[in-house]
């Protein structure tokens, strides 16, 4: 059984910095390319942050420069770093994993970014 599971989220103010992990069991986590994703109330999901299986990292330019993904294949995690986040960074924020055909979803955690 697939699972991924995200961790991390919580309430912080604006400026800080939270970090989420995304945990996955039932893959062979090197081999797949590994995303976060975002959704606000309101609007559709989008790409925050990709790295491949060869850790090739992309981001979305709302993101660069504040954001880091990373992942320890060791520990079938995936990570990502929000430094100086703000309030339009609010949303709950999802791990997914694609290889192929093959396209698995964590169940999300909340990020609240707010004074």
């Known amino acids: 059984q697939v699972q991924l599971v995200e961790s991390g989220g919580g309430l912080v103010q604006p400026g800080g910095s939270l970090r989420l992990s995304c945990a996955a069991s039932g893959i062979i986590f090197s081999i797949y390319q590994m995303d976060w994703y975002r959704q606000a109330p309101g609007k559709q999901r989008e790409l925050v942050a990709r790295?491949?299986?060869?850790?090739?990292?992309n981001y979305a330019d709302s993101v660069k420069g504040r954001f880091t993904i990373s992942r320890d294949n060791g520990k079938n995690t995936v990570y990502l770093q929000m430094n100086s986040l703000k309030p339009e960074d609010t949303a709950v924020y999802y791990c997914n994993g694609l290889l192929g055909v093959y396209n698995y979803w964590g169940q999300g955690t909340q990020v609240t970014v707010s004074s």
């Open positions: 790295i491949t299986s060869g850790g090739s990292t």
